[in-house]
T-cell receptor
Framework: ETGVTQTPRHLVMGMTNKKSLKCEQH?????MYWYKQSAKKPLELMFV???????ENNSVPSRFSPECPNSSHLFLHLHTLQPEDSALYLCASSQDYSQVEQYFGPGTRLTVT | AQTVTQSQPEMSVQEAETVTLSCTYDTSESDYYLFWYKQPPSRQMILVIRQEAYKQQNATENRFSVNFQKAAKSFSLKISDSQLGDAAMYFCAYRSLHTGTYKYIFGTGTRLKVLA
């Protein structure tokens, strides 16, 4: 595997379910990001991890819980979501947080029913 | 706060023709980067081209070029000799260079259709 991978690619969950999104990067990077992409809205940065430390949390509701066990893996734990949380969730990585270029994964299409 | 505006939700271009996608931004900073990203249907977002604000020369990558007007805060993307594979969502993005504020600001995107 090369680049940034995300699993699952598609996820349908009820509002009371608990699920997790996984992101893995094979680029040797040290910074990883979660973005939310909703139709007709700009990409919204959710969380940033730099060298496994969370450096940004852009006022994301607590029903989204990130986890970064090492520089190659990033998780987004989901609990008690709302229908408006349905979106494409993108993971990205960069060499570190100061580096300009980010590499994106293919995203997980999440539908909350 | 910085903002990025893409006023064209959708554009169409005939194959082999040229199309220009518009982007304007607002910032009080003098040093920053601007980007165009391409997101094909169901595929990963990839970087098309980037421009450093301190460089007056417009960036070019093969068939892709930008028209960067710093004073006007305008950053348009020109695609020459359009190909069917150019069909995608295109996002304009801004990134500060100030320490501690590295996050990207994205526009809402322009969907480009290429007509055969």
């Amino acid at each position: 595997e090369t680049g940034v991978t995300q699993t699952p690619r598609h996820l349908v969950m009820g509002m009371t379910n608990k699920k997790s999104l996984k992101c893995e990067q094979h680029l040797g990077h040290n910074a990883m990001y979660w973005y939310k992409q909703s139709a007709k809205k700009p990409l919204e940065l959710m969380f940033v991890y730099n060298f496994k430390e969370q450096t940004e949390n852009n006022s994301v509701p607590s029903r989204f819980s990130p986890e970064c066990p090492n520089s190659s893996h990033l998780f987004l734990h989901l609990h008690t979501l709302q229908p408006e949380d349905s979106a494409l969730y993108l993971c990205a990585s960069s060499q570190d947080y100061s580096q300009v270029e980010q590499y994106f994964g293919p995203g997980t299409r999440l539908t909350v029913t | 706060a910085q903002t990025v505006t893409q006023s064209q939700p959708e554009m169409s271009v005939q194959e082999a023709e040229t199309v220009t996608l518009s982007c304007t931004y607002d910032t009080s900073e003098s040093d920053y980067y601007l980007f165009w990203y391409k997101q094909p249907p169901s595929r990963q977002m990839i970087l098309v081209i980037r421009q450093e604000a301190y460089k007056q020369q417009n960036a070019t990558e093969n068939r892709f070029s930008v028209n960067f007007q710093k004073a006007a805060k305008s950053f348009s993307l020109k695609i020459s000799d359009s190909q069917l594979g150019d069909a995608a969502m295109y996002f304009c993005a801004y990134r500060s260079l100030h320490t501690g504020t590295y996050k990207y600001i994205f526009g809402t995107g322009t969907r480009l259709k290429v007509l055969a």
